[in-house]
């Protein structure tokens, strides 16, 4: 098995170091010289997409939740990669920008593409978090290491390859990725099936209930489970791992073309983890943790060879996910905010700060993969946290001329500060206030339900007012009563 993930891994440098010698600028760092086919955009965005929470954290929370576990993956997903396709893909690859704030600054200004880009960098870099984690835990267990070690390792080679060979590179290696990820899931299922110890007939009816009930019988209210379905669907839409693809296309027709194809591949692949989990549960398998449902699973009954292929495929969703968000954060990190700063850099000054951001992006999720959370909730945070205000402004800037650069920033912050608010009040927060009060609270406070739903409709309310406000005067007249205040 390890020689297995070894040789897997040098195939991965050599593509990468194949892609190099194409990378000269910016453009082919960043989104492939804008070289990419029809197959190439909608693999390469599906590979993107297909992450460690689709093929191990989805099985788990099915196996345990039934069809609520799977409202995120593979449906929510899905959808959300239609409405890429609908509403985003076409409009930024015909603008010809690099990633979605610097549309930001083409309709609303500098102000609002820096806000946007430092609202996005947290949440991509815990998302690459989550795929490091679940790389640790293969490692770990493939290996018979500690799992700190096995995710420094696995860390230090994901930048590796990923700062050699930028998007080009990436997209090359989703190619190879993309087919052992199919072949590994589809035999899987298969040799489930024929095993006997599972069928589709053993499914039970509480399975397939899209509402979670607890261990009290307590069935979740129809807020949470609709703010469950708009997280993956909303909070994700505006992910520039997954813009950065389509933006490689050759055209903008390509771009949205890709997008579908990219949203039926994750529904049929993303399916077979699904009923991995319904027929597991179904046959009483028990896996020691949520992570580890499938892997354990296939080790059961797989034979050696098979089990290789299966954790080479889940090995390509995660490098295809991970690779992909270090580079989502460096190209905003360089063209949306240190850019600003040193105007006018030459093209290998550019392509050297782009590649040492990827470099600082990489440590920075390893650092929080080894804190200790799941890949689930690592995912959850990424897909939701501070995304609300850049849906509501994207999606109205790009489709209408209603609002400027205030009604964007009042959407950001808006949102931004409801998606906070949403996951609770921190502890050390409450000490600011009161020392006694925060005496004896747990590191956050209890959010409220349907937080992000909230954040949604609060981002919409905040870009409509001041949007009203400077359509009809008001704040223009106030700034030139008091600038200071403006």
């Not at 069809?67 to 997903?77: E, I, Q, S, V």
């Not at 493939?142 to 990923?162: E, Q, R």
């Not at 209930?209 to 993956?232: F, K, N, V």
């Amino acid at each position: 098995m390890i020689y297995a993930l070894a040789a897997y891994i040098v195939l991965q440098f050599a593509i990468a170091l194949w892609a190099s010698r194409y990378v000269r600028t910016e453009a082919d760092y960043f989104v492939g010289g804008r070289r990419f086919g029809l197959l190439m955009v909608g693999v390469s965005v599906f590979a993107t997409w297909f992450g460690a929470e689709t093929v191990m954290g989805a099985s788990g929370a099915i196996a345990d939740e039934g069809l609520a576990g799977g409202r995120a993956d593979p449906f929510g997903y899905t959808i959300c990669l239609i409405g890429m396709a609908l509403f985003l893909a076409y409009k930024l690859r015909d603008a010809g920008v690099m990633t979605f704030p610097d549309y930001m600054q083409q309709r609303f200004g500098p102000r609002a593409e820096v806000l946007a880009a430092i609202l996005t960098i947290p949440t991509s870099i815990i998302w690459a978090s989550a795929q490091l984690l679940a790389m640790g835990q293969i490692l770990a267990e493939t290996a018979g290491i500690a799992l700190g070690i096995a995710l420094f390792g696995g860390a230090v080679l994901i930048i590796a390859y990923t700062t050699i060979g930028g998007l080009l590179g990436d997209a090359l290696t989703d190619m190879v990725q993309g087919a052992v990820m199919m072949i590994g899931l589809f035999i899987l299922l298969l040799t489930l099936l024929a095993s006997g110890d599972f069928a589709f007939s053993e499914i039970t009816p509480d399975q397939l209930q899209w509402r979670i009930t607890d261990e009290d019988g307590e069935t979740e209210s129809w807020l949470a489970a609709l703010d469950t379905w708009m997280i993956p669907i909303l909070g994700s839409l505006v992910a520039q791992e997954a813009i950065s693809r389509f933006l490689g296309a050759k055209s903008a027709s390509i771009a949205r073309k890709g997008c579908f194809l990219a949203a039926g591949l994750y529904l049929v692949f993303g399916s077979i983890p699904l009923a991995i989990g319904l027929l597991g549960h179904a046959a009483g398998f028990e896996a020691a943790s949520t992570d580890s449902y499938l892997p354990e699973l296939a080790r059961q009954y797989l034979s050696p060879v098979l089990y290789v292929l299966l954790m080479g495929a889940i090995i390509s969703a995660i490098l295809s996910t991970v690779d992909t968000t270090l580079l989502a954060v460096s190209a905003i990190a360089s063209r949306n905010l240190i850019d600003r700063v040193g105007k006018n850099l030459p093209e290998p000054r550019k392509l050297m700060f782009g590649r040492s951001l990827t470099l600082i992006a990489g440590l920075a999720a390893w650092a929080i993969a080894a804190s200790g959370e799941t890949i689930k909730g690592l995912v959850e945070i990424a897909s939701s946290f501070g995304s609300a205000g850049i849906v509501v402004a994207l999606l109205i800037g790009l489709h209408t001329r209603y609002g400027g650069e205030r009604a964007a920033l009042a959407a950001l912050i808006t949102g931004a500060l409801m998606s906070f608010l949403g996951y609770g009040v921190p502890a050390w927060a409450v000490s600011l206030f009161s020392e006694a009060a925060a005496e004896g609270m747990p590191g956050w406070t209890q959010g409220f339900e349907g937080s992000f739903i909230f954040s949604i409709l609060s981002a919409i309310a905040a870009y409509i007012a001041v949007a009203e406000l400077d359509r009809r005067g008001i704040l223009a007249k106030s700034q030139k009563e008091s600038p200071a205040a403006s």
